[in-house]
């Protein structure tokens, strides 16, 4: 992974602009003004000078009424944050109104978004930091203003920037591995395991004991298609970073490679020490499990972090890498949110609007955190609630153990590939197909793994 984003991501971890049309600037990364003189009599005090000029973007606007339309695929711990945008949008921007269409990101997000294509993008489009390269590419997307990049980390921009030009303002960001209950880790002498050895002595224990080894809800096949993810970029990807062009070449196969079927196959492991109702089970219910002691651990990301917390706010767990062959596993760190916009709006103004309250207003950046239980991309925001994770992804930050998943989301897109995938292991794992017809499903489609 470059320097950059692990410094980015240490610094982050550790810490636990003019606009045409807007006018103004923001407190999100700009230079601090200098301290203000004490005022004369029949003068407006400085700081009450300094917060109209604050206000003055509204203000100095047109005043025109705009409604710009917002596509949001949304991961399970974002929806209700359009509310908290709407109310900051007005009371900076009054004239301006988001009309949202809201979806699950896994499911109907990309097929909108082919729908969309053909009609016209909407002026905003929200989805992750891997849905640039599949559409700016195509030369749907807008260049996002340095104004408004320059308030995000610079790891924010590097793999949402392409040729040069970045097209999407990432604005949180996910950690994958293996969540574990500390309590139940330390009452039964665990450590974390490194290696799959490790790993299997805890599990072999676990069942000695009637305790499930991991919770799983096998009913989404998102969840299939991320930790098939995870395996892949701690099996594969790290060791063959171009992976995914080297299939597209025809140089590597899914029925060849002994990485790639190991990858797959640990969905079989998490299937055999799982419930037997795994493809029932919804992730709330399968959460609540983990939390009231009935699985030692489970293979997810931070959209966890929030079922745990509403269930029990005190409830103690910690993170690690799901432990590859080669006993090199590096937790994997995701760019989320990703702010887009169409490259053929008709009202760049009012959409810079959105983008300068989104990337400027750090108390909407910290409820929006804090809600969804995920770390800051935005400079100078630190989400305020209480992750006992943090000190994991701190330790893994500082030995460098940290990887970004979109390498592999870029080679292999979610949509039209891993997607299709999981919905074939999970057939596998329920005895509908064979592994070797699994392997030569996703070698079929080669075609479609690629954005380009």
Same mark, same amino acid.
């Given at each position: 992974?470059?320097?950059?984003?692990?410094?980015?991501?240490?610094?982050?971890?550790?810490?636990?602009?003019?606009?045409?049309?807007?006018?103004?600037?923001?407190?999100?990364?700009?230079?601090?003004?200098?301290?203000?003189?004490?005022?004369?009599?029949?003068?407006?005090?400085?700081?009450?000078?300094?917060?109209?000029?604050?206000?003055?973007?509204?203000?100095?606007?047109?005043?025109?009424?705009?409604?710009?339309?917002?596509?949001?695929?949304?991961?399970?711990?974002?929806?209700?944050?359009?509310?908290?945008?709407?109310?900051?949008?007005?009371?900076?921007?009054?004239?301006?109104?988001?009309?949202?269409?809201?979806?699950?990101?896994?499911?109907?997000?990309?097929?909108?978004?082919?729908?969309?294509?053909?009609?016209?993008?909407?002026?905003?489009?929200?989805?992750?930091?891997?849905?640039?390269?599949?559409?700016?590419?195509?030369?749907?997307?807008?260049?996002?203003?340095?104004?408004?990049?320059?308030?995000?980390?610079?790891?924010?921009?590097?793999?949402?920037?392409?040729?040069?030009?970045?097209?999407?303002?990432?604005?949180?960001?996910?950690?994958?591995?293996?969540?574990?209950?500390?309590?139940?880790?330390?009452?039964?002498?665990?450590?974390?395991?490194?290696?799959?050895?490790?790993?299997?002595?805890? /599990? !072999?224990?676990?069942?000695?004991? #009637? $305790?499930? &080894? =991991?919770?799983?809800?096998?009913? +989404?096949?998102?969840? %299939?298609?991320?930790?098939?993810?995870?395996?892949?970029?701690?099996?594969?990807?790290?060791?063959?970073?171009?992976?995914?062009?080297?299939?597209?070449?025809?140089?590597?196969?899914?029925?060849?490679?002994?990485?790639?079927?190991?990858?797959?196959?640990?969905?079989?492991?998490?299937?055999?020490?799982?419930?037997?109702?795994?493809?029932?089970?919804?992730?709330?219910?399968?959460?609540?499990?983990?939390?009231?002691?009935?699985?030692?651990?489970?293979?997810?990301?931070?959209?966890?972090?929030?079922?745990?917390?509403? /269930? !029990?706010?005190?409830?103690?767990? #910690? $993170?690690? &890498? =799901?432990?590859?062959?080669?006993? +090199?596993?590096?937790? %994997?760190?995701?760019?989320?949110?990703?702010?887009?916009?169409?490259?053929?709006?008709?009202?760049?103004?009012?959409?810079?609007?959105?983008?300068?309250?989104?990337?400027?207003?750090?108390?909407?950046?910290?409820?929006?955190?804090?809600?969804?239980?995920?770390?800051?991309?935005?400079?100078?925001?630190?989400?305020?609630?209480?992750?006992?994770?943090?000190?994991?992804?701190?330790?893994?930050?500082?030995?460098?153990?940290?990887?970004?998943?979109?390498?592999?989301?870029?080679?292999?897109?979610?949509?039209?590939?891993?997607?299709?995938?999981?919905?074939?292991?999970?057939?596998?794992?329920?005895?509908?197909?064979?592994?070797?017809?699994?392997?030569?499903?996703?070698?079929?489609?080669?075609?479609?793994?690629?954005?380009?």
């Amino acid at each position: 992974m470059k320097k950059k984003l692990l410094s980015a991501i240490l610094c982050s971890a550790m810490i636990a602009g003019t606009l045409a049309g807007c006018g103004g600037s923001s407190d999100g990364g700009a230079a601090q003004a200098p301290a203000a003189e004490p005022a004369t009599e029949g003068e407006a005090p400085a700081d009450e000078t300094a917060e109209a000029q604050e206000e003055a973007p509204a203000a100095s606007a047109d005043g025109e009424e705009v409604t710009l339309t917002v596509l949001a695929g949304q991961s399970t711990t974002d929806a209700g944050i359009e509310d908290m945008i709407d109310e900051a949008l007005a009371a900076k921007y009054p004239n301006i109104t988001l009309e949202w269409e809201c979806t699950g990101w896994d499911g109907e997000f990309h097929p909108k978004m082919q729908q969309y294509m053909q009609s016209g993008l909407p002026d905003i489009i929200i989805g992750k930091a891997q849905d640039v390269n599949t559409y700016a590419s195509q030369g749907l997307l807008g260049e996002i203003d340095a104004t408004y990049l320059d308030r995000g980390l610079d790891a924010a921009r590097e793999n949402v920037t392409i040729d040069g030009k970045t097209y999407g303002l990432v604005y949180n960001a996910l950690y994958q591995g293996v969540y574990y209950n500390k309590t139940m880790f330390a009452e039964n002498g665990w450590s974390v395991p490194a290696t799959q050895d490790e790993l299997q002595a805890i /599990i !072999d224990d676990c069942k000695a004991k #009637g $305790i499930t &080894p =991991f919770a799983s809800h096998m009913v +989404d096949t998102w969840s %299939i298609g991320n930790v098939t993810m995870q395996f892949m970029m701690n099996d594969v990807f790290n060791n063959t970073p171009d992976w995914g062009d080297k299939f597209r070449a025809g140089e590597v196969t899914f029925a060849d490679d002994k990485a790639a079927q190991t990858a797959y196959s640990y969905n079989k492991l998490i299937f055999d020490n799982t419930y037997p109702e795994t493809f029932s089970t919804e992730q709330t219910d399968c959460d609540a499990r983990m939390v009231l002691g009935e699985a030692a651990m489970k293979v997810s990301g931070s959209w966890s972090i929030q079922n745990f917390l509403d /269930i !029990d706010e005190n409830f103690d767990f #910690g $993170i690690f &890498p =799901f432990p590859n062959q080669t006993g +090199d596993s590096k937790l %994997i760190f995701e760019p989320n949110i990703a702010i887009m916009t169409s490259a053929e709006t008709e009202h760049q103004d009012a959409v810079n609007c959105v983008l300068d309250v989104l990337s400027g207003d750090k108390d909407l950046a910290v409820e929006i955190l804090d809600f969804t239980k995920t770390a800051s991309m935005l400079k100078d925001v630190v989400p305020t609630f209480t992750n006992p994770s943090q000190v994991d992804i701190d330790e893994y930050a500082s030995k460098g153990m940290i990887v970004d998943v979109t390498l592999g989301n870029n080679q292999l897109v979610w949509g039209g590939f891993q997607e299709e995938n999981a919905s074939d292991i999970a057939a596998y794992l329920q005895g509908d197909i064979s592994f070797e017809e699994c392997l030569s499903a996703s070698d079929a489609r080669v075609g479609s793994s690629s954005a380009q």
